[in-house]
């Protein structure tokens, strides 16, 4: 069983930065294989695909140029650097985890984290 933590999440004027973490542990797979994405949910909308990295990252056009996502393998952690945030990025973000697939359907994800709570003000 695998166990996803986010961490980093809180309260941010627009045009701040944030960095979200996610520290995966117990039986996790081998590092070649590991994906890892972030979903985001606003309130009363679907959780939304927003970044995901095996080797290569992948963006959500509405969120490409400003955030970055990167992977830590020695330490089981993936990061989101946000930066230039508006108040439309203002959602529980969750870390999700499985093999190879990076892609946006949150269904084809394993495990999940938590999720922590971004907000933006304007």
């Known amino acids: 069983q695998v166990q996803l933590v986010e961490s980093g999440g809180g309260l941010v004027q627009a045009g701040g930065s944030l960095r979200l973490s996610c520290r995966a542990s117990?039986?996790?797979?081998?590092?070649?294989?590991?994906?890892t994405a972030w979903f985001r949910q606003a309130q009363g909308k679907e959780r939304e695909f927003v970044a995901s990295?095996?080797?290569?990252?992948n963006y959500a056009e509405s969120v490409k140029g400003r955030f970055t996502i990167s992977r830590d393998n020695a330490q089981n952690t993936v990061y989101l650097q946000m930066s230039s945030l508006k108040p439309e990025d203002t959602a529980v973000y969750y870390c999700a985890g499985t093999t190879i697939y990076t892609g946006w359907d949150p269904a084809k994800y394993d495990y999940w984290g938590q999720g922590t709570q971004v907000t933006v003000s304007s």
């Open positions: 990295i095996r080797w290569n990252p």
């Open positions: 117990g039986r996790l797979p081998s590092v070649s294989g590991r994906s």
